[in-house]
């Protein structure tokens, strides 16, 4: 019984120590969490009011590596849709682009960042330093007119005489199921009147088709390309000559090489430079007689030197067949 009494008296102080600790445990937790929150909102209030002042050593660091502008931000565009592209990106894009082009010429998004990202500053400052030293090119970038559907009002056009420029423009147009509002605007040329001048490159392509007839099939946009090259001088249509050709037929290499790559070469060369002709002030004008005034030739029609070059080989299948 004496056991049993002593036994009971040591539970009931084991339970009243664990209440004891648990009691004191759960003031400590009270007080120092009531002086944490305290402390919490005392650095809140200092912080809204603009009383803390706390220095980050990361930003320390980056300001000692990189001054006061921070790494990797993009500089301010020079003008509404440029996007500003630091060089090792211009050469990753320039490295898709060209890919891209290569294996799939018919889009036009690999071609348009191709022409950008090749359309480096001293060509472009070379063809400003063209322009600026004549009046016509002074003018243009004075002017900075736009090719559109409503800027050269086509139904105009259509109602040309058949030798004038614009009703050669807007027949080749028809023709060929293609239109000025197609052309892409400049995004990643630096400089605004450099973009400009590339704009204007692009804008200007279609003209350079119609003055010479060339339609805008594989070996006709690379005869284009390579004409514009020597007259211009802008990378991506020397590329565009260089590389296109690879993906060709045997005979359609043999037509660029023996027919218009030598009209090409000769007559980008030896014409006047196309980068200033103002076309919108000249479409009523005879077009034999602005070749004439260029020195530009016309090559030979490159759709009937394919039919002519079809019916033979369908003549010589027949020939074949009958022996």
Known sequence: MLTTTRSVIKDTNNVLTQKRS????????????????????QLAS????????????????????????????RRPKDYPDHIPLYNYEKI????????????????????????????ITPVLKRLQRQMLSDPIGRQILRERPRMTSTSLDLDHLRSLPDNTIGKSYITWLDKEGV??????????????????IYQRYRECHDFYHAITGLPIIIEGEISVKVFEYMN????M???????????????????????????????????????NVYWEKILEEDVNEFREKMGIEQPPDLRNMRKEYFAMKKLEKQIKSQQ
């Open 232 to 235: 211009i001088g802008i990378p």
């Open 237 to 275: 249509s020397g590329l565009g000559a260089l590389f296109a050709p690879l993906r060709l037929k045997p005979s359609q290499r043999q037509r660029l090489r023996e027919v218009y790559y030598p009209w090409a070469i000769k007559n980008g060369l030896f014409s006047k430079p196309l980068i």
């Open 92 to 119: 990753l894009m320039f490295l898709g682009s060209s890919i891209g082009s290569f294996f799939h010429p018919e889009q036009n998004k690999y071609i348009v960042a191709l022409g950008e990202s090749t359309a």
């Open 46 to 73: 200092k912080m809204e009011n603009g009383e803390l002042h706390y220095t980050d050593p990361n930003s320390a660091l980056n300001k000692k590596l990189f001054g006061s502008k921070p790494p990797f931000q």
């Open 22 to 41: 648990y009691i004191f445990s759960t003031l400590a937790t009270t007080l120092l969490g009531s002086a944490i929150f305290s402390k919490n909102n």
């Open 179 to 196: 239109s000025p509002d197609t052309r892409v605007q400049v995004r990643y040329i630096d400089n605004d009147e450099l973009a400009y």
